[in-house]
């Protein structure tokens, strides 16, 4: 994470990212793929961008697209899992692919079980 990346609205982070790469809002605009009254109004909180221009957002400016909508750390994972992610992520290719298989074998089993805890809703009869 860039250490502009610190808590503030999205209008002011937009700004920040192109005062950082000395980029007027033309320049900015061009880079994203929008119009210059476009970006002004994401600019100005006037306007959201949608998905795509946040993509586009990302791309430009070579930050995570999490990074621009949420805050630090409110989608990262907690500390003990942050630890055991940076130890995986010194495996080899093999050990990788065998973890990601745990991974996602725990995950299927845990949503199968709260599916199957999950209380039936009772169909209404019909009013007779």
């Avoid at 909508?69 to 899992?81: G, K, Q, S, V």
């Avoid at 080899?92 to 996602?104: A, K, N, P, S």
């Avoid at 995950?107 to 009013?127: V, W």
Wanted: net charge negative.
């Amino acid at each position: 994470m860039t250490p502009i990346m610190a808590v503030m609205p999205f209008p002011n982070l937009l700004c920040q990212l192109r005062k950082t790469r000395r980029l007027t809002q033309v320049e900015a605009a061009d880079l994203i793929g929008v119009s210059l009254p476009q970006y002004q109004r994401y600019e100005g909180g006037k306007s959201q961008p949608t998905l795509d221009v946040i993509r586009n957002i990302a791309l430009a400016f070579n930050v995570s697209a999490d990074a621009l909508i949420f805050e630090p750390n409110e989608r990262a994972p907690d500390d003990d899992l942050r630890l055991q992610f940076e130890a995986i992520s010194q495996f080899d290719d093999d050990e990788r692919e065998m973890t990601l298989i745990l991974l996602e074998s725990l995950i299927l089993r845990h949503e199968a079980k709260n599916l199957s805890i999950r209380p039936r809703r009772r169909r209404q009869e019909p009013a007779a």
